[in-house]
């Protein structure tokens, strides 16, 4: 039988890799795989199961075997290589002027491939590059191009809620957010309020939004008008964890209630007989702002 596991290389970079169930590996071990036409030295860092492939010839990369203390000497051989490519890269990208951000480099096992990752905002013409690197350092070159999310997952770091960012620890491929799922959560719409440490979308909007979606659909919205056994009033806030919302009594005094406490009016008035439309006003999310953050932040 065949198991699937997650490896990652010491550049970050992460790929999925089969293996014989007799290796008898575990997450943490570090490997030689076979992949194409080069072998790689990688860690384990998660493991999927028992492998299946609907296709006759499958290409995933396959763990030859746990790697020996010889191995860990020539990978660390490997890491220098790397450091030292590495700047004799950033001295060429600076010769040719190229808006690039060098961020890793990495050598195959065995030596056959240099990877080489970067970001950029845009397209960036490196054949140039690639063909003075390939003479330097006399080895095959591969420029790989990744997004801000991929290198704040490869840098780490931790999320306001003092815990490893998600993308570090366990988020494998990224998904699509947008900025409505975070209006489907009540959140506040500033930039510096959803956005992550990678200056995008924060991934846990989507990771949490199907549960705010249950939450919300027994919760009243904001602007309807409503009963409680403290009077009549407006509903102004409400907060979908906790399951209360915040009335404006026609007293003009604020009292929280539960959810189930409230009834909402069968008839719910577009404005109110004192001050028309001024409170609508008050309540309202500005949507200038909606647009700014979905400007700024999405993917």
Known sequence: MEILFNIRLDNGAKYKAKANDNLALKSGDWVIIKRDH?????????????????????????????????????????????????????????????????????????????????????????????????????????????????????????GVCGRELCCSSYIREFQSINVKMAKDQDLSLTPSTISGACGRLKCCLKYEHKGYLDLEKKMPRRGEYCEC???????????????????????????VCDREDVKIARNNRKNNSSGKGEQDKTYAIEPELDSQAAKLLED
């Open 229 to 255: 056994a403290e009077g009549c009033g407006k509903i102004i806030d409400r907060n979908l964890l906790t399951q209360k919302v915040t009335v404006h009594l026609e007293t003009g005094s604020n009292v």
């Open 38 to 158: 080069y072998t790689d030295y990688g860690q384990i860092v998660q493991h999927y199961g028992e492998f299946k492939s609907e296709k006759p010839a499958d290409d995933c990369p396959r763990i030859q075997r746990k790697a020996t203390m010889h191995d860990k000497g020539k990978a660390h051989e490997n890491e220098m290589r790397a450091k030292s490519s590495l700047r004799t890269t950033e001295k060429i990208v600076e010769k040719l002027n190229l808006p690039m951000k060098l961020l890793n480099s990495h050598y195959s096992f065995d030596g056959k491939l240099v990877t080489i990752q970067f970001t950029s905002e845009g397209r960036v013409d490196f054949r140039e590059l690639v063909k003075e690197l390939s003479q330097t350092l006399n080895t095959r070159i591969e420029l790989r191009q990744i997004g801000v999310r991929d290198e704040t997952a490869i840098y780490g770091g931790l």
